[in-house]
């Protein structure tokens, strides 16, 4: 008898699959085409667990359809730009670029050994000149369009590092690695015109019928349409309008003031007219501006002095104030504020003791507003005071339509249509990431390269002692003649959002060595991605940034007619989880090691054998910080790739967290050991000995085929894997010919090969099957086997499953009945006694009551 060792079955087979090239991707007019594709990982040096499962699961896909006669497109890449890269350069010294392609290599050969069915030939990572000296092109063409454009915004400066961060990056008012207090600048800043296509990636997502919805909803609320009303409130001193954008005009009769944004042009006329009103901008300017901190922040204004008219209520005047609520980039600028019927404007009004007045009650209840607004939702009814278009009970929405309709017709405002979705600033004053191909020229202005003078390189010799961008302190590469009229002048020396090498990647795989950024022939056959793998905390930027490159990628001619949404279907997989394992240092604080440390006592966990007894934190994602992560490589040696696969698709649906255990990992060696040893079994039955039992294994082997082929095409793996599980204990048992057995092991390998292609092959060999098993026709169910002659029931009695009888599928109730009062099994349990009820549930169960 032999023995199932993964480490010379998984490198056999993977020299075999190699050196025939069976993955690699050409275009072929014969067969349907398909392209699987993972979000990419970025080169963090490691691969976890996490890893495994996102491309163990779209490595099932690939190979089945492959298997189901498919021309299968299945890349990988690096997203390999950033400031990680910069972090560890700063930290531990070196260059970004030796140690971003150092850990390429090393998850590279890590990856290798699960037996993934990639087209290395097709590899490429963000930050070879090859790639982004394409995505300079594509640079230039987006800025020819008008989809790129220039202009002054409101960033937060580190100070410290000199860099703009993301709004994600600012912690309590200070930079997440520098600690120093940011402030708010105005810098000029390259900018993507994705608004301009709100309206149409919004309402595209409706197509979207094979993407979760959640991903739907959350982009559409990200998108966030909205529609409202313009209102120019006209200035008491006569020095023009006030510009206000307000959702709910209906509540214009309960305004009490005029808030603005610190940067609103108000704001920074009046700025250093007063000390206290100075002091207060600026404080306003170190405000955290994410969503979430300013939902939080206490809301505080200062009062500028100014009036406004009230566009309705004549000799009503309300005053102007800056609130540090108010965004710049939403809207005008500029709210009205109605504290009856917004929380927000309520809690400012009662701090500074503005006016609250009801613009509507709801029916029946005429209760002033106290701590809380009234805010109803659009579709309720409400009761309107003395509204000036002559509405009274009737919906917000309603209420709302009939304010815009009316300051239309009054010449009072215009209704407008806005979208939360800002223009994306794709700037950042960092070295590692991919250089803006543009030079400023004294004369000229801003000047774009010539594309002939692509790729615009980055410099190696570079230094990051001081903070701040290198290229800033970097002459002979910032330091250049104007494309246009050769006099000195300088690059561009930010680079781009890391955000926009993986907005198009996609697109290159389709061609990744094209002289130009893709290949129309290629993107014309390949595109769209059929199936789309990876986090749920992609759901909205990367995919909504990857429509809209998509669309812009259209519109240059880089991408065909009928690509603008890139991927057809979209699938968001749960997390690898694990325990964590934590003692205390002296002052309490937490300590965490890794589970490789831990040693398992009939008390519990212990650091090493002799050390200190180990706190266990319930299982959480895995984190490098946390410790709490399983290296795929110390699995892979200790039981093989295919056990780490079949364990991290089995145990859970693919779209939930998975916990990984060791006792799980070591029950599915076990399990593919049996399927092996099975397999070695039936290889050794004398060939023409006869069995019993023929018909019914193949119609189970017939019913498998059915069922893991649905599970796979639903992503239903862990099912598909429950009906393996099932249909090997079936064949373990079965006494059926060698023919039929042979048969059914065979198939069996053939179902299991998307999960553990290694030791498919093997057992495909093993037995004499034809060629490689990847390349196998997927078998087929034979329909008619499908339907059973015979049915098998449960037989419970008082609720206690008893016993069990096969009989035929027609037998009528009453037979069934006399059938299972026969069983031995029942006849004991029944003792005697005579069943009050008994409950026949055809094809089903049978319950007898006692």
Known sequence: MTRYTPDEIEARWQEAWARDEIFKAVRSADKPKYYVLEMFPYPSGRIHMGHVRNYTMGDVIARYKLATGHNVLHPMGWDAFGMPAENAAMAIGGHPKDWTYGNIKDMRDQMKPLGLSIDWSREFATCDVAYYGQQQALFLDFLEAGLVYRKNAQVNWDPVDMTVLANEQVIDGKGWRSGAEVERRELTQWFFKISDMAGELKDALEGLENWPAKVRLMQENWIGESRGIEIPFERTDGD??????????????????????????????????????????????????????????????????????????????????????????????????????????????????????????????????????????????????????????????????????????????????????????????????????????????????????????????????????????????????????????????????????????????????????????????????????????????????????????????????????????????????????????????????????????????????????????????????????????????????????????????????????????????????????????????????????????????HGCIHDVTLGIESFGFNAAIAKLYAFTATLQKSKASHAAQREAVMTLAQLMSPMTPHLAEDIWAHQGGEGLIATAPWPKADEAMLVSDTVTLPIQVNGKRRAEITVPADMPKEEVEKAALADQAVIRTLDGASPKKIIVVPGRIVNVVV
């Open 240 to 701: 023009g309008t006030i510009l206000c954008y307000s959702t709910r005009p209906d509540t214009m009769r309960g305004a009490s003031f005029i808030a603005v944004s610190p940067d609103h042009p108000v704001s920074k006329a009046l700025e250093g007219t007063t000390p206290e009103l100075t002091a207060f901008i600026d404080d306003c300017r170190k405000m955290d501006t994410t969503e979430a901190a300013m939902e939080k922040a206490e809301k505080k204004g200062i009062d500028t002095g100014l009036r406004v008219k009230h566009p309705v209520y004549e000799g009503v005047e309300l005053p102007v104030w800056i609130g540090n609520f108010v965004l710049i980039d939403y809207g005008t600028g500029a709210v009205f504020g109605c504290p009856a019927h917004d929380q927000r404007d309520l809690d400012f009004a009662r701090k500074y003791d503005l006016p609250v007045q009801n613009a509507f009650y709801m029916p029946d209840d005429e209760t002033e507003v106290g701590t809380e607004a009234l805010v109803p939702a659009k579709t309720e009814t409400v009761v309107y005071i003395d509204h000036f278009a002559g509405i009274a009970e009737v919906t917000s929405q309603q209420g709302i339509d009939a304010t815009i309709d009316y300051f239309e017709a009054n010449g009072l405002g215009k209704g407008q249509t806005k979208y939360r979705l800002r223009d994306w600033g794709l700037s950042r004053q960092r070295y590692w990431g991919c250089p803006i191909p543009v030079v400023h020229c004294d004369d000229c202005g801003v000047v774009p390269e010539k594309k002939e003078n692509l790729p615009i390189e980055l410099p190696y010799d570079v230094s990051f002692d001081v903070p701040g961008n290198p290229l800033d302190r970097h002459p002979t590469w910032r330091d250049v003649a104007c494309p246009t009229c050769g006099k000195p002048a300088k690059r561009e020396t930010d680079t781009m959002d890391t955000f926009v090498d993986s907005s198009w990647y996609f697109a290159r795989f389709t061609a990744p060595g094209a002289e130009t950024p893709t290949s129309i022939e290629d993107a014309a056959y390949w595109m769209n991605v059929d199936q789309y793998i990876g986090g749920i905390e992609h759901a909205i930027l990367h995919l909504l940034y990857s429509r809209y490159f998509a669309r812009a990628m259209q519109i240059t001619g880089h991408l065909p007619q009928g690509t603008e949404e890139p991927f057809d279907a979209l699938f968001t997989q749960g997390m690898v989880t694990h325990e964590i394992y934590m003692t205390r240092d002296e002052r309490g604080r937490p300590v965490y090691h890794l589970p490789d440390d831990i040693h398992w006592t009939e008390s519990g966990a212990r650091l090493g054998a002799d050390g200190p007894m180990v706190e266990v934190v319930p299982s959480a994602k895995m984190s490098k910080s946390k410790k709490n992560v399983v290296d795929p490589v110390n699995i892979i040696s200790a039981y093989g790739a295919d056990t780490a696969r079949w364990f991290v698709l089995s145990d859970s649906p693919p779209e939930r967290d998975v916990e990984w255990t060791a006792a799980g990992a070591e029950a599915a060696f076990k399990h593919l050991t049996r399927v092996w040893n099975l397999c070695d079994r039936i290889g050794g039955m004398d060939k023409a000995a006869k069995g019993e039992g023929d018909t019914e294994l193949l119609r189970a082997m």
